[in-house]
């Protein structure tokens, strides 16, 4: 296979992007090699070597803990768990949540093997035991699989002595958090149940 096949493939598979569409970006960046294409490969290398998943919320970043977890002015009371990091980063864009993060890895589903033992919950319950959380909101889409997460994670909180919200309605029924404006994010964050 000659590198632009290699690359047309490998771009395909990003979101959003089909073979036609992969194919128009490498011609692109091939006809702009010195001004984009020589800077995107040393920045993609820079953050491969770069970045790393932040170990206690599962945020990406060049330092570990990451520096939203460093954050101090944060609100340590209040924890927010997501399903990946764009759902984290589209409620940071928001800039209506001051608390601290917690990111899943996904959600359950029983389609696609993933059980709960493939999630971050575990990592979770640790977090709200060492006793500094008094609040978790579940920002989980609104998906059949979000929603059922969300339903096992608060059973698993039950014991513990914090309070469990979720995001108000009013979030699109199979909508995703990272495809919401900053408006409807704030909305729902503060008429959270």
């Not at 011609?27 to 800077?39: A, I, K, T």
């Not at 001051?98 to 959600?107: C, F, N, S």
Request: with cysteine; proline share 4%.
């Amino acid at each position: 296979m000659s590198p632009l096949d290699r690359l047309t493939q490998l771009l395909a598979k990003l979101p959003g992007l089909g073979p036609r569409s992969a194919r128009r970006v490498v011609l692109h960046l091939l006809q702009r090699r010195e001004s984009l294409l020589m800077p995107l490969v040393s920045a993609l290398s820079e953050t491969a070597s770069a970045m790393r998943s932040c170990p206690v919320c599962g945020n990406w970043d060049v330092v570990s803990p990451c520096l939203l977890c460093q954050d101090e002015r944060r609100d340590q009371t209040l924890l927010c768990v997501v399903e990946d990091v764009a759902d984290l980063w589209a409620l940071e864009r928001s800039r209506a949540f001051k608390g601290y993060y917690h990111v899943l890895g996904g959600t359950l589903s029983a389609l696609d093997g993933i059980q709960p033992a493939d999630l971050r919950i575990e990592s979770l319950l640790v977090r709200v035991g060492e006793g500094h959380v008094r609040e978790v909101i579940l920002a989980l889409s609104a998906t059949l699989e979000g929603q059922t997460t969300a339903h096992y994670v608060q059973e698993r909180l039950e014991k513990s002595d914090v309070q469990v919200s979720k995001l108000a309605h009013g979030l699109p029924i199979g909508g995703e958090l990272d495809y919401l404006d900053e408006g409807t994010i704030t909305a729902a964050l503060t008429a959270r149940r």
